[in-house]
């Protein structure tokens, strides 16, 4: 998008470098200011922008060739199209961009429509950025990623903001509000203006974008859905060509959606492509026989169709782009995902190994294409079973650091091979059958006199292939020794390869027949030679798991380090074959080089410790202990392969043996305990920290391990009691406690009590007390930090004090008769509409038989009773401080400083007195600006919610039936609530 306006709604975009200035990835701004020729705070081709999140400054749209923002939204500028309806919404007049189907006549979707993923998928867009701009053609939503929108929209916290010019409407600095609707401001603008209601009770509307004025910003950002970035026009960049606006019909981009040299393949049915093709060089029967065939693009017209040439045919068609696709090209190894829906399967699988009933299973997940097929299909492997699919039912999988370093993303099907199928082909009798087939049936079956009959008759014969293998192949597998001898002596061709490229040592391999490839070794076969799949006959021993054959192999000095079409060595495919023979073979060879690596970048220990070979990953740490904390191109060790992929016994070999760094980091500066706690992996995780690993360790977005544990579901493995004992003890405690089952807060539990902090702000702002929204576990974790440091105590209180006071705020109704229970209910929500965490469940009532304590002296006696002989803080000094008014005996002098609340009865702190009578003051910790701006908010809220809304004075003491109240004094008049205009039928006192 060229034009460059104030009101316009943004996002960070390609060039952004600029950190978290904008709240995170994709949250809200709004263009406030444009540069000018001759500013030197704003020069020209640089904007300023207001994020939502409160900050302000300004970026590039063009300068030094930099654009560090996408638009979102142009309807606050003005931008409308009235002669269109939206087919998702059915709204009158589009406002900001317009998305038109390039594909379907006349259906046009509104941005929120579109990102909402209205109409089908696959259909490619147009996208119209004003009324009267060209098109820009935009890919597939199918095979887009899109993330969430977040910032001021509806359910955002906010408050007031830069431009705020209107009193004390939010009830004064530091009030809070909360988002009800996003609206245009009349005629003039489109989504520019919020709707807040503020804690005080009144209601207004504010600008966010209207004139490039933004009123508020945001405590607590809501989401607008998600969006596809990738299809957002970038801010100041003009895209080149287009598509005329009111075209009729779908009309070929101005812009060369193709290239000359890419396949592609027809993508839509024949009935469309007909209608397609009127006005695009015509429809022709003939065109339907190609519907499933890949072609490759010779050329772009002047109109920007395209021309096709198909291989084998002289024939070239000119196609409408919108009906064509690119073919992508995929090869062995490759992730890809499985289209889900079941109908175009069903329709792409014709003639590309068919559809059966059980493929369902398959659709929508991930495999790894195992082999690509001459016509373009895929053999791709899924969870163990294998299937063949026509390229268009798959796409490529994006790729992740974690999911390329697991065992699943490095599965490898290997296909059978098999010389007994081979030769159930061959004739079974003389007639009908040509001499050369008779020379090989006679030699897979043995019988020498007759060959030796055959051979004095034809013995230029003897080289022959029938069903693509020669004599001397099949005697090889079939382990025919004296006809092999029978061959060679009629110089039988010893480096003849089938269609796969395999000889007659490969086939010797295949058939584990070692003294048959020691013949063929002592006659001069070449020992390293490879097939087409760059396998040698050691990989093929290797892979079928003869070990013999291995010796012989190597007993004759062959190559241990020839790759094969993955990169895999011999080594990489025994360790995957846990063949422990023959990695002992291998790894005693002097030849190895353990530098090599495949071509997902593993070397042979770090595929050890991806597969999890505990007697590999020995071996060579035994031999080569420097390579232990090499690391991948993305930065993964073997100690983190080990441990994401959960192999605690490889993890434990590589730190006592190996002497590996337990803090190395990858990349994205993730540690192995990092990895071990997302997935769930306690005896990896007790291992890791019992040999020191950091467990205030944050990776690149500031998370620690206590983070990662709290974020994780319940569905993570139990924890072994062998393997993670402590864990497991853990787990059995909370078990008692209520919390059924849940490794992850088990995992938390330990890792506090190991001493991982619970007030680290990750690069988001948010502490792992962020991510708890009840009091029983900030309790529960509280029990799990008596050896932590005592800021965290305080931290977890403080805590624990929010949601109390959150939860009492809510709950400050009592039980009312039956009469008006309905009224109770509605007092229980809180004023957002969502449920409030239980409080702390109450103390245990007083029994009859509790002595009454009615004088402070009492207290005192009673209390020193239960002291503990340590400080519970530090467990180093003895209690000195007595607390007041509870008269609890728990700290040292030193620990007293910080404390707000008494550790044993939870009641807040007024005094503290030394053991000599001396009274000694809080030294509180200094708050961040942030931190106490949230409490101040807090601290508002509650005495909002226990105030009058009408005179801001009294206590709120009497409740409507609508939910609403106020204080007796100005209750008494009212007639219909304040709040919310219905009449007041009764009003209830509150007691």
């Given at each position: 998008m ?8 943004v996002?960070r975009?390609?060039d952004?470098?600029?950190g978290?200035?904008?709240?995170g ?17 704003t020069?020209d ?23 560090d ?6 309807a606050?500028?003005?931008v ?11 709204k ?13 006549m006349?259906y046009?979707l ?15 867009f ?10 820009i ?12 929108l977040?910032?001021i929209?509806?359910?955002a ?5 830069p ?17 009800t609707?996003?609206?245009g ?22 600008r966010?974008?209207h ?6 910003k ?7 859905g998600?969006v596809y ?13 287009g ?13 060369v ?5 890419e396949?592609?393949?027809v993508?839509?049915?024949?009935e469309q492509?007909r ?9 022709n029967h ?10 490759i ?8 169709d ?18 064509l ?22 329709e792409?699988?014709k003639?590309h190994g068919?559809w059966?009933?059980?493929m369902?299973s398959a659709l929508?997940k991930?495999g790894v294409?195992?082999?690509v ?16 699919f ?10 992740n ?23 159930q082909?061959?004739?079974e009798?003389v007639n ?5 087939d ?6 897979a079956?043995?019988h ?7 051979l ?7 080289d022959?292939c029938?069903?693509?293998?020669t ?12 006809i ?19 000889t ?10 070692p ?14 030679v490879?097939n ?23 007993k ?6 020839v790759?094969d ?7 990489h495919?025994a ?8 990695i002992?073979?291998?790894g ?12 997902r970048g ?6 050890a ?6 007697f ?9 202990r420097?390579?232990v ?15 994401l ?16 760094a337990v ?19 306690c ?5 890791l ?6 467990v205030a360790?944050t ?8 983070h ?6 319940a ?8 393997h ?6 853990i ?16 995992l938390?539990c330990?890792?506090v ?5 619970v ?16 009091t ?5 974790l509280?029990?799990?930090t ?6 965290a ?15 009492i705020r809510q709950?400050?109704e ?6 008006s ?6 007092l229980q929500?809180?004023?957002?509409n ?7 469940p109450?103390?245990?009532?007083r ?5 009454t ?13 239960q002291e ?7 467990l180093?000094?003895?209690p000195?401080?007595?607390?007041e ?25 007024l005094?503290?007195i ?6 000694i003051?809080?030294?509180?910790r ?20 226990h ?6 004075e ?9 939910g ?11 007639k219909?609530c304040?709040?919310?205009r219905k009449?007041i039928?009764?009003?209830?006192n509150?007691?």
């Open positions: 060229g034009v460059v306006e104030v009101g316009l709604r996002i975009g390609p952004w470098r600029w978290e200035q904008d709240g990835d994709c949250h809200a701004g709004t263009v406030v200011e444009v540069g000018r020729p001759g500013s030197s705070t020069p081709r640089t904007v300023v922008v207001q994020w939502d999140a409160g900050a302000r400054t300004n970026y590039r749209v063009g300068y030094q060739a930099a654009f923002l996408r638009v979102v939204d142009n606050p500028v003005g409308k199209h009235p002669n269109h309806i939206c087919d998702g919404c059915k009158q007049g589009i406002a900001g961009m317009r998305w038109k189907c390039f594909r379907c006349d046009d509104c941005t929120n429509c579109y990102m909402a993923d209205k109409h089908d998928l696959s259909h490619p147009v996208r119209y950025d004003t009324i009267n701009s060209h098109g053609e935009v890919a597939q939503r199918k095979n887009s990623s899109k993330i969430p977040m910032g929209f509806v359910g916290k906010v408050v007031r903001g431009d705020w010019d209107w009193g004390q409407q939010d009830g004064g600095e530091g009030k809070c509000g909360r988002v609707e996003i609206r401001w009349d005629n003039e603008s489109g989504r520019s203006v919020a709707n807040v209601t503020w804690v005080c009770g009144s209601t207004n509307v504010y966010v974008g004139k490039g004025k933004v009123d508020l945001y405590l607590q950002p809501a989401t607008n998600h970035t990738d299809h957002l026009p970038t801010l100041g960049k003009v895209e080149e060509g598509i005329a606006n009111e075209s009729r019909g779908p009309a070929s981009p101005r812009h959606p193709f290239f000359v040299g396949k592609v393949r993508a839509v049915s024949v492509l209608k397609m093709q009127e006005g695009h060089g015509g429809w003939k065109m339907a026989e190609f519907l499933d065939k890949v072609g693009v010779h050329r772009i017209t002047d109109k920007g395209v021309r096709v040439q198909y291989e084998g045919f002289s024939t070239r068609w000119t196609v409408h782009p919108g009906a696709a690119r073919v992508t090209s995929f090869t062995p190894g490759d992730v890809v995902v499985v289209a889900a829906d079941v109908a175009k399967v069903k792409y699988q003639g068919e059966i009933e059980y369902r929508g991930t294409v195992a082999k097929y001459p016509d373009g299909d895929l053999r791709v492997n899924i969870e163990g079973r294998t299937w063949t026509n390229p268009m039912c798959v796409t490529l999988a994006p790729r650091t974690e999911y390329n370093n697991t065992m699943r993303a490095n599965e490898r099907h290997e296909e059978p091979i098999s010389v007994t199928s081979m030769l082909q061959l004739p009798s009908g059958s040509s001499i050369v008779q020379v090989v049936r006679e030699a079956q043995g020498i006199t007759q060959l030796q009959l055959l004095r008759q034809n013995p230029d014969k003897v022959g029938s069903a693509g293998k004599c001397l192949q099949v005697a090889c597998h079939q382990g025919h020794m004296d092999v001898r029978l061959l060679l002596d009629h110089k039988a061709s010893l480096e003849i390869a089938d269609d796969d490229g395999d007659a040592l490969h086939y010797s391999a295949f058939g584990n027949q003294e048959i490839m020691e013949l063929l070794l002592r006659k001069g076969a070449s020992i390293n490879a087409k799949g760059r396998c040698s006959a050691l990989h093929v021993a290797v892979n079928k798991q003869h070990p013999a054959c291995v010796k012989i192999l190597l004759y000095s062959c190559d241990v380090n790759q079409s993955y990169g895999d060595t011999a080594l495919d360790i995957g074959k846990e063949s422990i023979e023959i002992e073979l291998l005693n060879s002097s030849h190895m080089d353990l530098t090599l690596r495949n071509k593993f070397n042979v220990l770090h595929h410790a991806l597969k999890g070979n505990n590999a990953a020995e071996k060579l740490v035994l031999r080569s420097q390579f904390d090499v690391r991948k191109d993305d930065g993964f060790a073997a100690l983190h392969l080990s441990s992929n959960g192999h605690r016994q490889v993890a434990e070999t590589l730190i006592t043996l190996g002497q590996a803090d190395v980091r990858n990349n994205k500066k993730q540690t192995p305990l990092l990895l071990a706690v997302s997935q769930g992996h005896g990896l995780v007790e291992l920290v019992d040999h020191g690993a950091d360790a990776d690149e977005d500031g998370d620690t391990a206590l990662l544990a709290l974020l994780k579901t569905n993570a493995p139990q924890a072994h009691p062998t993670a004992p402590t864990i497991a003890q787990m059995s405690d909370i078990s008692s406690r209520g919390f059924e089952n849940n490794i992850s807060l088990a938390a330990y890792l009590q190991r001493g991982c902090s007030s680290a702000a990750n690069n988001r702002a948010k502490t792992p007390l962020d991510l708890i929204n009840d029983r576990t900030i309790d529960l509280n029990n799990y008596a050896q932590a440091a005592g800021l105590r305080v931290d977890m209180d403080l805590k624990a004090l929010d949601l109390a006071a959150e939860s709950q400050s009592p039980e009312q008769p039956s009469t229970r309905t009224h109770s209910n509605n929500q809180s004023s957002d969502q449920p409030v965490s239980p409080a702390k109450p103390l245990p009532p029994t009859p038989d509790s002595p304590i009615p004088k402070k002296e009492k207290i005192i006696s009673d209390k020193g009773s503990s002989s340590e400080c519970i803080i530090c180093d000094a003895p000195t401080v007595r607390f008014p509870c008269g609890h005996l728990v700290t040292c002098e030193d620990c007293a400083n910080r404390v707000k609340k008494c550790f044993q009865c939870h009641n807040v702190v005094t503290k030394t053991k000599d009578g001396r009274e003051s809080s030294k509180a200094q708050p961040s600006a942030e931190r106490l701006r949230y409490l101040e908010t807090k601290i508002a809220e509650i005495e909002e919610a105030c009058c809304s009408i005179c801001l009294r206590c709120r003491n009497v409740v409507f039936l609508c609403h109240g106020a204080c007796v004094v100005c209750a008494q008049t009212l219909t304040h709040m919310c009449p039928s009764k009003k209830i509150m007691y």
